[in-house]
């Protein structure tokens, strides 16, 4: 049973920066694509950003674009999103996802495998 588990949320002000975590277990964590997510009251779930299988390709959505960095660690199973300079629009759930591919990808649909969220809330 593939579980992950998102940390390091909270209430942040203006202008802060914040890292969450998502630790992974119980699928083979290297072999595939993992992402983060997020989704604001009465608003869609949206793409964040995505890593590759060996963290060498990264994908990121243009409103974090240049303030934000995923990156992953293979030996502890674990998917980080570091972002910088965040806005009362940052707030929302955040979501960490496991790909059924090794590249990255914006798609929902081909994550198989999603945690329970994170809350984010950026402060004016």
């Known amino acids: 049973q593939v579980q992950l588990v998102e940390s390091g949320g909270g209430l942040v002000q203006a202008g802060d920066s914040l890292r969450l975590s998502c630790a992974a277990s119980?699928?083979?964590?290297?072999?595939?694509?993992m992402g983060w997510f997020r989704q604001a009251p009465g608003k869609e779930r949206e793409f964040v950003a995505s890593?590759?299988?060996?963290?060498?390709?990264?994908y990121y959505a243009d409103s974090v674009k240049g303030r934000s960095t995923i990156s992953r660690d293979n030996v502890k199973n674990t998917v980080y999103l570091q972002m910088s300079s965040l806005q009362p629009e940052d707030t929302a759930v955040y979501y960490c996802?496991?790909?059924?591919?090794?590249?990255?990808?914006?798609?929902?649909?081909?994550?198989?495998?999603w945690g329970q969220g994170t809350q984010v809330t950026v402060s004016s």
């Open positions: 890593v590759s299988w060996g963290g060498l390709r990264t």
């Open positions: 996802a496991m790909s059924s591919i090794g590249e990255p990808t914006t798609t929902p649909l081909m994550y198989t495998y």
């Open positions: 119980g699928r083979t964590f290297r072999n595939y694509a």
